[in-house]
């Protein structure tokens, strides 16, 4: 039963995998729709198999390098190679090292985060999770660039999106996991839940639009608190109590 239980998680991992696979085939047949929408998928095959493993009381080592290696492939080389196919193949070599870098940093991320593995469960990440940039890729090309932008803000975002997002990544700025879904965890967050439940209904509302504002509103909560928790400890070094950090520690959320 043990065995079984603990294949579960692995199954959606794997599941997570053949997601950012498909994803790669469609945009090197230049149909980034289709390889944007997979990548959405693989999000969420990673974020089942957390759940899983969490209730299966699963969580492995062998877990954690499954889930980083198919997220290097669903989050890294997919959403690089999307860029790529669908910007920057007109800028030859140049092109070619800005659309890698997420996949670059997304290896980085993942090592550091395996490096310093220590249990499997925290609090908040340490540097945007590598989820984030790849839908933020996803949802970007799905329903923004040169449709509700302009060419030349779509321009600027790619760019955007292609070398800040990378950078972020690799940051020491911390940014809130995903809820536990417990209900001791309701009862003692409940505004994180309230919240949670806000943005699935207004990603569903808007059919999917609403993923790409979510992402970016994400990746700057924790330059915003980074910021802030700065000031004060600039200005009011005497209040200014910073959490003691907890290792980054998680089978799933990276």
């Not at 289709?34 to 929408?37: E, K």
């Not at 839940?193 to 806000?198: E, V």
């Given at each position: 039963?043990?065995?079984?239980?603990?294949?579960?998680?692995?199954l959606?991992t794997?599941l997570?995998?053949?997601?950012?696979?498909i994803s790669i085939?469609?945009?090197?047949?230049?149909?980034?729709h289709?390889?944007?929408?997979f990548?959405?998928?693989?999000?969420?095959?990673?974020?089942?198999?957390?759940?899983a493993?969490?209730?299966?009381?699963?969580?492995?080592?062998?877990?954690v390098?499954l889930?980083?290696l198919?997220?290097?492939?669903?989050f890294g080389?997919a959403?690089?190679?999307?860029?790529?196919k669908?910007?920057?193949?007109?800028?030859?070599?140049?092109?070619?090292a800005?659309?890698?870098l997420?996949?670059?940093?997304?290896a980085l991320?993942?090592?550091?985060?395996n490096?310093?593995?220590k249990?499997?469960?925290?609090?908040?990440?340490?540097g945007?999770p590598?989820?984030?940039?790849?839908?933020t890729v996803?949802s970007?090309?799905l329903?923004?660039?040169?449709?509700?932008?302009?060419?030349?803000?779509s321009t600027?975002?790619?760019?955007?999106?292609s070398?800040?997002?990378p950078?972020?990544?690799?940051?020491?700025f911390?940014?809130?996991t995903?809820p536990?879904?417990?209900?001791?965890?309701?009862?003692?967050?409940?505004v994180k839940?309230?919240?949670?439940?806000?943005i699935i209904?207004?990603?569903i509302?808007t059919k999917g639009?609403?993923?790409f504002v979510f992402?970016?509103?994400?990746v700057?909560?924790?330059?915003?608190?980074g910021?802030?928790?700065l000031v004060?400890k600039?200005f009011?070094?005497?209040?200014?109590?910073?959490?003691?950090?907890?290792?980054?520690?998680t089978?799933?959320?990276?």
């Open positions: 039963m043990a065995n079984t239980a603990g294949f579960i998680p692995s959606f794997v997570n995998l053949f997601c950012g696979f085939i469609n945009a090197a047949a230049g149909n980034v289709s390889a944007c929408m990548i959405i998928y693989s999000a969420l095959f990673d974020m089942i198999d957390g759940i493993a969490r209730f299966t009381r699963t969580s492995s080592r062998f877990g390098e889930d980083s198919a997220d290097v492939v669903s080389v959403p690089s190679f999307i860029l790529y669908a910007y920057y193949f007109q800028s030859d070599g140049p092109g070619i800005i659309a890698s997420i996949m670059i940093f997304a991320r993942l090592a550091r985060f490096a310093n593995l249990g499997f469960d925290k609090d908040y990440f340490i945007v590598v989820p984030i940039p790849a839908l996803s970007f090309f329903f923004y660039y040169n449709r509700y932008f302009s060419h030349d803000l600027f975002l790619t760019y955007f999106i070398i800040f997002l950078l972020v990544m690799v940051s020491r911390r940014y809130d995903l536990r879904f417990s209900f001791h965890e309701i009862k003692t967050r409940p839940y309230i919240l949670l439940f806000i209904l207004t990603i509302a639009e609403g993923l992402c970016i509103f994400y700057f909560s924790g330059i915003i608190r910021i802030k928790n004060y600039i009011f070094p005497d209040k200014y109590r910073l959490p003691e950090l907890q290792s980054e520690s089978i799933t959320d990276k």
